[in-house]
């Protein structure tokens, strides 16, 4: 006989308490070459070494239940990239249930960095944890803006100063890429917020930009053209991922982070 339909089985599903670890992690060195592809299999590596109870989706190939922010172009660095993780064990105030973890040790929310950052390649560290309950709109359709730093390699203090004033003061700036085989021009003059330079040195000029992550991500590769027609882009970083809440611009993760005395402490 078959047995009758629950009709109540969608709605327990909806209505499950939703437990997410929101992270920030950093991307540096010889690791910034890996696709974003690649780095989250990295992460579905590190929750299996770790013992993250993470939860899963359902269906004939269930995966980690994750989701990434803005992906990173290869190549470029970071320090403000972010991760939701939505987790089996529900945490207790401040902690992850230890059921599974770790064997079976609570951690709490300043050791889960240390506990990640050691089952992650070299260059890829943990640099702060939120607990989050409940649903919340996805990273990607959050950030609307982000921040960088790169270099000009080869140019003049001087003349990127000037250019950095003839761009900020240009009504349009367009600008050709290619677009899914395709090339699209685009007017990108909109898309910055912010433009300066910050520092120089043996190798070039370091410069601090602030560029819209919508319509679509606008990178510091796009500004090298205009800015030195004939000069290579150096290292690029970006330093933070940036939401929109009553009209100021916030990190995905502040107010509640627990920070990592583990990352700080390699790092001083």
């Given at each position: 006989m078959t047995a009758a339909p629950n009709p109540h089985a969608d709605a327990n599903k909806h209505d499950r308490v939703i437990h997410v670890l929101r992270v920030r992690y950093s991307k540096a060195g010889k690791v910034r070459f890996t696709s974003h592809r690649d780095v989250a299999r990295m992460w579905e590596r590190a929750f299996r070494r770790s013992g993250l109870p993470v939860a899963r989706t359902e269906g004939f190939t269930p995966r980690p239940r994750v989701s990434f922010g803005l992906a990173l172009p290869t190549g470029y660095e970071s320090v403000g990239e972010y991760l939701d993780i939505v987790v089996s064990a529900p945490p207790a105030p401040n902690e992850l249930d230890g059921a599974g973890l770790a064997n079976g040790r609570r951690l709490t929310a300043a050791e889960l960095p240390e506990l990640l950052t050691d089952a992650l390649p070299v260059g890829i560290e943990v640099?702060?944890?939120?607990?989050?309950?409940?649903?919340?709109?996805?990273?990607?359709?959050?950030?609307?803006?982000?921040?960088?730093?790169?270099?000009?390699?080869?140019?003049?203090?001087?003349v990127a100063h000037v250019a950095v004033t003839k761009l900020l003061d240009s009504t349009s700036i367009p600008t050709t890429r290619q677009h899914k085989g395709k090339q699209r021009t685009d007017d990108i003059r909109p898309a910055i917020y912010h433009l300066t330079v910050i520092d120089s040195g043996a190798y070039g000029v370091k410069f601090e930009t602030e560029l819209a992550a919508k319509p679509r991500v606008v990178?510091?590769?796009?500004?090298?053209?205009?800015?030195?027609?004939?000069?290579?882009?150096?290292?690029a970083v970006r330093i933070k991922q940036l939401t929109e809440q009553e009209g100021a611009a916030h990190e995905p993760l502040m107010c509640n982070a627990t920070p990592a005395p583990y990352v700080q402490a390699r790092a001083s």
């Open positions: 640099q702060a944890i939120e607990f989050r309950v409940g649903r919340t709109a996805s990273l990607q359709e959050l950030v609307t803006r982000c921040r960088w730093t790169f270099e000009i390699r080869d140019l003049d203090e001087a990178r510091p590769s796009e500004l090298v053209p205009v800015l030195a027609p004939a000069h290579e882009m150096g290292v």
